[in-house]
């Protein structure tokens, strides 16, 4: 069974600064998606990028960046220039269209605090 | 962009009664939307998979005669959560996939369920 792993509970960055959030994940396809999620306080999930597998070019969507590493099964997230909008829940998720589980896994996610 | 609509955001009930949540896709149709579980500080539960047209593939450990679903049409799901209990007092979220497209799932703002 997929699983995502994020080991990191919670991270604290200086505005301005720059962060790196971890996420592993575990799966015998080859072929699947990934996505880093943002929840702020609000709760609404937002959507901050996503990775097709195939593509071996790390997505990246203005101060967000990701990379993507296939054969070690790792996909972190960058946040360059932290704002303090960027506080909130980070979620980590895995998605094998198609598949078995054509639904997203979640990992545990990581809480992001932005210090002034 | 696509945009899911769920209600109400936030409601209160008595124990022992049902409440109804919806989740609607508002410009566009969607086959199949998922709800979700979330307690504070934790990532999202899968609960089910709702297909239109067709009974809801409900996960490991929930309880189909607690949580109906119904997706009676491409933009319309509903969860009703019947004879509530204050064990059942969470964040719910749904997720709406657009049919025939291979694109991730947009999201609901969610709803606060108390039950007092």
């Known amino acids: 069974a997929q699983t995502v792993t994020q080991s990191q509970p919670e991270m604290s960055v200086q505005e301005a600064e720059t962060v790196t959030l971890s996420c592993t994940y575990d799966t015998s396809e080859s072929d699947y998606y990934l996505f880093w999620y943002k929840q702020p306080p609000s709760r609404q999930m937002i959507l901050v990028i996503r990775?097709?597998?195939?593509?071996?070019q790390n997505a990246t969507e203005n101060r967000f960046s990701v990379n993507f590493q296939k054969a070690a099964k790792s996909f972190s997230l960058k946040i360059s220039d932290s704002q303090l909008g960027d506080a909130a829940m980070y979620f980590c998720?895995?998605?094998?269209?198609?598949?078995?589980?054509?639904?997203?896994?979640f990992g545990t996610g990581t809480l992001l605090a932005v210090q002034p | 962009g696509a945009v899911v609509s769920q209600h109400p955001s936030w409601v209160i009930c008595k124990s022992g009664t049902s409440v109804k949540i919806e989740c609607r896709s508002l410009?566009?149709?969607?086959?199949?939307m998922f709800w979700y579980r979330q307690f504070p500080k934790q990532s999202l539960m899968l609960m089910a998979t709702s297909n239109e047209g067709s009974k809801a593939t409900y996960e490991q450990g929930v309880e189909k005669d607690k949580f109906l679903i119904n997706h009676a049409s491409l933009t319309l799901s509903t969860l009703t959560v019947t004879s509530a209990h204050p064990e059942d007092s969470s964040f719910y979220i749904c997720?709406?996939?657009?049919?025939?497209?291979?694109?991730?799932?947009?999201f609901g703002q969610g709803t606060r369920l108390t039950v007092v």
């Open positions: 410009d566009f149709q969607a086959t199949t």
């Open positions: 997720s709406a996939r657009p049919s025939h497209a291979n694109t991730e799932a947009f």
């Open positions: 990775q097709e597998a195939y593509k071996q």
């Open positions: 998720a895995y998605l094998n269209y198609g598949g078995a589980t054509n639904k997203l896994i």
